[in-house]
Nanobody
């Protein structure tokens, strides 16, 4: 089992920044990739960014240039730096760990951007 705990969400004004953190514990040696996802009210959960164990990253088009994912698989931490926040970024942000057998999700952290 892998446990994930997100932190760093909050209420910020438009144009502000946040840094989300995700701490993994448990059977973390099986993790091959981690990612951040978000779900806005009445919308489906969407991929935001992913980082592979080899360091490669990828982003959904809508966040390119504003979001930066980073991680250290040795310390089992993944971060999401979010700059130039916009009201449409308001959502619950979830961390996911990918293993060869299954994916694991955190409980999410709320990000609210005021206009």
């Amino acid at each position: 089992q892998v446990q994930l705990v997100e932190s760093g969400g909050g209420l910020v004004p438009a144009g502000g920044s946040l840094r989300l953190s995700c701490a993994a514990s448990g059977r973390t040696r099986s993790i091959t990739a981690m990612g951040w996802y978000r779900q806005a009210p009445e919308k489906e959960r969407e991929t935001v960014a992913q980082i592979l164990i080899n360091g490669r990253t990828n982003y959904t088009d809508s966040v390119q240039g504003r979001f930066t994912i980073s991680g250290d698989f040795a310390t089992k931490m993944v971060y999401l730096q979010i700059d130039s926040l916009q009201p449409e970024d308001t959502a619950v942000y979830y961390c996911k760990a990918i293993t060869p057998w299954r994916d694991y999700w955190g409980q999410g952290t709320q990000v609210t951007v005021s206009s």
